[in-house]
C-alpha cells in the first residue's frame, strides 16, 4: 500500500494562561513544529515506531487514548506498521520544551486512523475524537486548546463543559501579519499537571474570584484586538491580564516567573520584543516574544544560555501523503 501521512502542528499557549481550563477565553497560535503519522504497510499485528521507541498497543497511554476512542467510533486497528515523529524542536537535551507535542501527536495519529478505516477527512470529528482520547489520557484535566489548535491551527477557543456535548467554542483566528517569533528554552521542565491542579483548587475561593474576573475582561479584549489584527492595542491587555494571573499564582506557590526570568523578559522587550513571556502554564521551561524585529533579542538569550527556536505560524492538520 502507499504510505499515508498527516501532520499537526505545535502550538503557543499566550493568551489565557490557567482560565482557559475554567472556560475562559484563550488564544493559541499554532507553529511549524510538527509531529508527523504515517502508515507505513500492513504487517503481523501492529507496531508502532516513535520518536521515544518503538510500541505495541497496551505500552503507551497517549497511542493507547487513541486506539480505544477509534475503535470505538470506526472500527478496530489491525496489521498496521505506523510511525509518529516529531520534528527535533520538540525535544531538546531530552527535555521537553513545551509546544505541545503530545497533542500534535494525538491528532495526528487519530487523523491517520480515522482516515485509513473510513477514507474520509472530517476535521470536526477527528477534533471531537482528538478531544476524547485527550481527556481520557489526562483524566479529565486540560483544557483541549492545544488539541483544537492542531486541528484547526491559531485559534480563539473556550473549553467544553463535556466533551460529548462538543460545546467548545473555535474560532480560527490568525495572528496579525508582519511580526516574528522566537520561543527561549531555558532547560528547565515545568509541570504543568501539578501547576493547573494548584491552580482549580483554589479557583473557587472567595478572594480570588474577583482576581479571575478581572483576568477574563483582559483577555476578552486583547482578543478582541487580535481578530482586528491590531497587536498594539491587544498589548496592555495581555500585559494586565499575566500581571493579574502572577497575584494569584504567588498565592498558589508557583509563579509564572522567577526574579530572573522577569528580568530576562523586561529587558527583551527593551531589545524589541513588543511583548515577552512564559508562555502556557509557565513554570520556567520557556519564554516566547513577538516583535516586529527579534535579532536583538535572539542574541541576547543565546548569549545568556537560551536556547533560541525559530518558529513561524502554520496552519492546522494535513495531509502530507
Known amino acids: 500500500m502507499k504510505t499515508l501521512t498527516f501532520s499537526s502542528p505545535g502550538k503557543i499557549l499566550w493568551?489565557?494562561?490557567?482560565?482557559?481550563?475554567?472556560g475562559g477565553i484563550s488564544h493559541s497560535i499554532a507553529i511549524d513544529k510538527r509531529v508527523r503519522c504515517s502508515i507505513l504497510g500492513e504487517g503481523n499485528g501492529?507496531?508502532?515506531?516513535?520518536?521515544?521507541?518503538?510500541?505495541?498497543?497496551?505500552?503507551?497511554?497517549?497511542?493507547?487514548?487513541?486506539?480505544?476512542?477509534?475503535?470505538?467510533k470506526v472500527g478496530d486497528v489491525k496489521n498496521l506498521e505506523i510511525s509518529?515523529?516529531?520534528?527535533?524542536?520538540?525535544?531538546?537535551?531530552?527535555?521537553?520544551?513545551?509546544?505541545?507535542?503530545?497533542?500534535?501527536?494525538?491528532?495526528?495519529?487519530?487523523?491517520?486512523?480515522?482516515?485509513?478505516?473510513?477514507?474520509?477527512?472530517?476535521?470536526?470529528?477527528?477534533?471531537?475524537?482528538?478531544?476524547?482520547?485527550?481527556?481520557?489520557?489526562?483524566?479529565?484535566i486540560g483544557s483541549g486548546f492545544d488539541i483544537a489548535t492542531a486541528v484547526y491551527g491559531s485559534v480563539?477557543?473556550?473549553?467544553?463543559?463535556?466533551?460529548?456535548?462538543?460545546?467548545?467554542?473555535?474560532?480560527?483566528?490568525?495572528?496579525?501579519?508582519g511580526y516574528e517569533m522566537i520561543m527561549g528554552f531555558t532547560g528547565r521542565?515545568?509541570?504543568?499537571?501539578?501547576?493547573?491542579?494548584?491552580?482549580?483548587?483554589?479557583?473557587?475561593?472567595?478572594e480570588f474570584k474577583e482576581i479571575f474576573e478581572m483576568i477574563e475582561q483582559e483577555n476578552e479584549m486583547a482578543v478582541k484586538y487580535i481578530k482586528r489584527k491590531d497587536m498594539i492595542s491587544a498589548y496592555p491587555h495581555i500585559k494586565l491580564a499575566r500581571s493579574y494571573l502572577?497575584?494569584?499564582?504567588?498565592?498558589?506557590?508557583?509563579?509564572?516567573?522567577?526574579?530572573?526570568?522577569?528580568?530576562?523578559i523586561k529587558e527583551s522587550e527593551k531589545k524589541g520584543a513588543l511583548i515577552a513571556l512564559s508562555p502556557g502554564a509557565g513554570g520556567g521551561d520557556s519564554i516566547f516574544?513577538?516583535?516586529?524585529?527579534?535579532?536583538?533579542?535572539?542574541?541576547?538569550?543565546?548569549?545568556?544560555?537560551?536556547?533560541?527556536?525559530?518558529?513561524?505560524?502554520?496552519?492546522?492538520?494535513?495531509k502530507d501523503a
Open 246 to 264: 502572577e497575584l494569584v499564582a504567588k498565592r498558589t506557590g508557583f509563579p509564572l516567573e522567577s526574579e530572573n526570568e522577569k528580568r530576562i
Open 84 to 140: 509518529l515523529i516529531n520534528d527535533t524542536e520538540f525535544l531538546i537535551q531530552g527535555r521537553k520544551t513545551g509546544l505541545g507535542s503530545s497533542s500534535a501527536a494525538t491528532v495526528s495519529l487519530t487523523a491517520c486512523l480515522y482516515y485509513y478505516l473510513t477514507g474520509r477527512l472530517d476535521l470536526n470529528e477527528i477534533h471531537y475524537l482528538s478531544q476524547k482520547a485527550n481527556i481520557f489520557r489526562q483524566r479529565g
Open 156 to 177: 480563539v477557543y473556550r473549553r467544553f463543559s463535556d466533551v460529548e456535548r462538543k460545546d467548545w467554542s473555535v474560532e480560527v483566528t490568525p495572528i496579525p501579519e
Open 46 to 72: 501492529v507496531r508502532f515506531h516513535t520518536s521515544y521507541g518503538d510500541f505495541l498497543p497496551g505500552q503507551n497511554k497517549l497511542i493507547d487514548s487513541v486506539i480505544s476512542v477509534i475503535k470505538e
Open 15 to 22: 493568551i489565557g494562561s490557567y482560565t482557559v481550563v475554567f
Open 289 to 318: 516574544a513577538v516583535g516586529e524585529c527579534l535579532n536583538e533579542v535572539s542574541t541576547f538569550w543565546e548569549r545568556i544560555g537560551i536556547k533560541v527556536i525559530k518558529v513561524k505560524e502554520d496552519m492546522g492538520l494535513k
Open 189 to 206: 521542565s515545568a509541570d504543568t499537571v501539578n501547576l493547573v491542579t494548584e491552580f482549580t483548587k483554589i479557583k473557587e475561593k472567595p
